[in-house]
């Protein structure tokens, strides 16, 4: 069988990158934009001509990727591929590419616009440098770099504005890497600049310093956090917890209970703009009581049981939603298609029926019923990864937690 570009990318996943690096580089080309190949093959085409476009497949190859009808997976490929040519750089700049929908153009287009040098992308630069999301911080930091290298610290500061906290974060981060101390950081009014600071904080005997000094309580909070971070030294940071108050973000209608299975299932791991003191109140304070998943389970089921609604076998929650994790299991009763909640975080149980026979058979089995009024409870200042959300959930969300 002759060797062809079909042969040599027979699939997706199935690519022979190196035998499609040697061949015809004007193949490759054709292939890259054939709208009737599949987007796999077209993309492993593109990046298959890395470093031997043929000069007059080039305007071709420009349209495609301008093309805003076709697949952002190709154009992204076909952006790296060209991203060197100056002349794209009108383009780059134009303000319609941030409303381009193809998913990760806008990090590919300020990647090249940073490979060109271009300082007018500063501003977006460090918008995404400032992203939630790792990989998008990282282009973001990648392209402030290049144009630090090229043009001097100096050239990318003037373009920032102290008034952001991106821009802000982004200074922090100029600051560290010229070797600067960043300690009064903490005490930023934008509890992500704050946080980033206390990621760059790599001396305890500095940050004990700069514990006492610090002007606000969550300044201190923050150098808590580090410092438990750099010596995870449990004795000591419940000391300085003690000697701070204890303090603790107080929500309405949260008791004890239900507040220590929340902080620590979520406090230590919460997003970087939740309140300090949660994270601080997940490592000093005890867990709720262990427990025996399957007993409870066993325990649920048998009530239910003993209260004549045929339950079914018990699910986790990524099963009963065939993907994903989280924070419940399903038990499933009766010919009408209920199922009732019960959560791995503690005793907590809930049905979106409320029906009263499955609340009374539990809750004679120990169980607490999750009802609306307390399920609706916000856990202020808590940030919580959900379906692309950092903000703070409710207390039936966070007890009964799911995500695909």
């Given at each position: 069988?002759?060797?062809?570009?079909?042969?040599?990318?027979?699939?997706?996943?199935?690519?022979?990158?190196?035998?499609?690096?040697?061949?015809?580089?004007?193949?490759?080309?054709?292939?890259?934009?054939?709208?009737?190949?599949?987007?796999?093959?077209?993309?492993?085409?593109?990046?298959?001509?890395?470093?031997?476009?043929?000069?007059?497949?080039?305007?071709?190859?420009?349209?495609?990727?301008?093309?805003?009808?076709?697949?952002?997976?190709?154009?992204?490929?076909?952006?790296?591929?060209?991203?060197?040519?100056?002349?794209?750089?009108?383009?780059?700049?134009?303000?319609?590419?941030?409303?381009?929908?193809?998913?990760?153009?806008?990090?590919?287009?300020?990647?090249?616009?940073?490979?060109?040098?271009?300082?007018?992308?500063v501003g977006a630069l460090s918008t995404l440098a400032f992203a939630p999301w790792r990989h998008r911080r990282e282009i973001?930091?990648?392209?402030?770099?290049?144009?630090?290298?090229?043009?001097?610290?100096?050239?990318?500061?003037?373009?920032?504005?102290?008034?952001?906290?991106?821009?802000?974060?982004?200074?922090?981060?100029?600051?560290?890497?010229?070797?600067?101390?960043?300690?009064?950081?903490?005490?930023?009014?934008?509890?992500?600049?704050?946080?980033?600071?206390?990621?760059?904080?790599?001396?305890?005997?500095?940050?004990?310093?700069?514990?006492?000094?610090?002007?606000?309580?969550?300044?201190?909070?923050?150098?808590?956090?580090?410092?438990?971070?750099?010596?995870?030294?449990?004795?000591?940071?419940?000391?300085?917890?003690?000697?701070?108050?204890?303090?603790?973000?107080?929500?309405?209608?949260?008791?004890?209970?239900?507040?220590?299975?929340?902080?620590?299932?979520?406090?230590?791991?919460?997003?970087?703009?939740?309140?300090?003191?949660?994270?601080?109140?997940?490592?000093?304070?005890?867990?709720?009581?262990?427990?025996?998943?399957?007993?409870?389970?066993?325990?649920?089921?048998?009530?239910?049981?003993?209260?004549?609604?045929?339950?079914?076998?018990?699910?986790?929650?990524?099963?009963?939603?065939?993907?994903?994790?989280?924070?419940?299991?399903?038990?499933?009763?009766?010919?009408?298609?209920?199922?009732?909640?019960?959560?791995?975080?503690?005793?907590?149980?809930?049905?979106?029926?409320?029906?009263?026979?499955?609340?009374?058979?539990?809750?004679?089995?120990?169980?607490?019923?999750?009802?609306?009024?307390?399920?609706?409870?916000?856990?202020?200042?808590?940030?919580?990864?959900?379906?692309?959300?950092?903000?703070?959930?409710?207390?039936?969300?966070?007890?009964?937690?799911?995500?695909?």
């Amino acid at each position: 069988m002759p060797t062809t570009i079909k042969t040599l990318s027979p699939e997706v996943g199935r690519i022979d990158t190196a035998g499609l690096r040697g061949y015809d580089a004007d193949a490759l080309a054709k292939c890259a934009l054939d709208a009737g190949q599949p987007w796999w093959r077209r993309k492993a085409c593109a990046e298959a001509l890395a470093g031997r476009v043929p000069q007059r497949r080039v305007a071709q190859l420009t349209a495609c990727l301008q093309d805003t009808g076709d697949v952002g997976t190709v154009r992204i490929a076909l952006l790296h591929l060209l991203a060197d040519r100056t002349e794209l750089l009108p383009w780059l700049q134009h303000e319609d590419r941030g409303q381009d929908s193809s998913y990760g153009m806008a990090e590919a287009v300020l990647e090249a616009r940073s490979a060109l040098g271009d300082l007018t992308a500063v501003g977006a630069l460090s918008t995404l440098a400032f992203a939630p999301w790792r990989h998008r911080r990282e282009i973001g930091e990648a392209g402030l770099d290049e144009l630090t290298a090229r043009h001097g610290a100096e050239a990318v500061l003037a373009r920032l504005d102290a008034a952001r906290p991106e821009d802000r974060s982004v200074i922090v981060r100029m600051r560290r890497h010229a070797g600067e101390d960043v300690t009064d950081a903490l005490a930023d009014p934008d509890r992500g600049v704050a946080y980033r600071a206390q990621e760059f904080l790599a001396d305890p005997v500095r940050l004990r310093g700069a514990l006492a000094a610090a002007p606000t309580e969550e300044a201190k909070l923050w150098a808590v956090y580090a410092l438990h971070r750099l010596t995870d030294d449990n004795a000591e940071t419940r000391h300085l917890y003690e000697e701070l108050g204890r303090p603790r973000v107080e929500v309405s209608g949260l008791d004890e209970e239900l507040r220590a299975a929340i902080v620590h299932e979520y406090g230590q791991w919460a997003e970087e703009r939740s309140d300090p003191r949660w994270r601080i109140e997940a490592l000093c304070t005890q867990p709720p009581p262990a427990a025996d998943p399957a007993e409870r389970l066993q325990r649920a089921s048998a009530a239910l049981t003993a209260a004549g609604l045929a339950p079914k076998p018990p699910v986790s929650c990524g099963e009963a939603h065939r993907q994903g994790e989280g924070t419940y299991d399903v038990i499933g009763y009766g010919e009408s298609g209920g199922e009732v909640h019960i959560s791995t975080l503690g005793r907590f149980a809930a049905d979106h029926d409320e029906d009263p026979d499955v609340r009374r058979a539990l809750e004679s089995a120990g169980f607490r019923w999750i009802h609306d009024a307390v399920g609706s409870i916000r856990v202020t200042d808590l940030g919580v990864y959900y379906f692309g959300s950092r903000n703070p959930l409710d207390v039936r969300t966070l007890l009964f937690y799911w995500q695909d």
